[in-house]
């Protein structure tokens, strides 16, 4: 729920906060029954930290792929870009995480979704030379042509990278 700018935010005691940091931290560590459990008492599956990063955010940088299915599964949204304008599928391509990335996918994450600034995973896959997760995304369905609010597409950032795999994988792509 918005706010307006003079609606004072409310205030969380103590215990709260406390509470909330050892969520995050479920999510962070792959905890994955626990964070189910809480899910079942009536915990929202999007909750947010204060970067931003929901739950299936974190435990997509983190590389657990069973969480993150389960927090999907339970009704997470894995489109909910953090504060950075990152999405957890672009989270997972950074980090080389293949089977998150996997999981988001086959659980609805939009293979070119993007943030604000219009980076896709397959940007940030094509960046860091994620040569695997390049080819998973676009047997997926990825558009290697798409552009970002700057217009660089997934070869062009890669190159700029001076990433040494993926820009001739990706221009391999194109001329076929």
């Given at each position: 729920?918005q ?5 004072p ?45 929901t ?61 604000p ?26 558009d290697p ?16 990278m ?13 001329q076929?």
């Amino acid at each position: 729920m918005q706010q307006d700018s003079d609606t004072p935010r409310p205030v969380l005691d103590e215990d709260t906060i406390a509470f909330a940091g050892r969520v995050f931290q479920l999510a962070r560590s792959g905890y994955t029954a626990e964070l189910l459990e809480l899910l079942r008492m009536g915990l929202p599956a999007n909750l947010r930290n204060d970067k931003g990063d929901t739950l299936v955010m974190l435990a997509a940088y983190h590389g657990h792929a069973g969480t993150v299915r389960a927090l999907l599964e339970h009704g997470a949204d894995p489109e909910v870009a953090n504060d950075r304008g990152q999405t957890p599928l672009a989270a997972a391509a950074f980090k080389g995480a293949t089977e998150t990335v996997t999981a988001l996918l086959d659980e609805g994450a939009a293979v070119d979704g993007a943030g604000p600034d219009g980076r896709t995973a397959l940007m940030t896959a094509a960046m860091f030379n994620r040569t695997d997760i390049v080819a998973l995304l676009l047997a997926r369905g990825a558009d290697p042509a798409r552009r970002d609010a700057s217009g660089h597409t997934a070869e062009t950032i890669a190159r700029a990278m001076n990433a040494p795999d993926t820009p001739d994988q990706l221009a391999g792509r194109r001329q076929a």
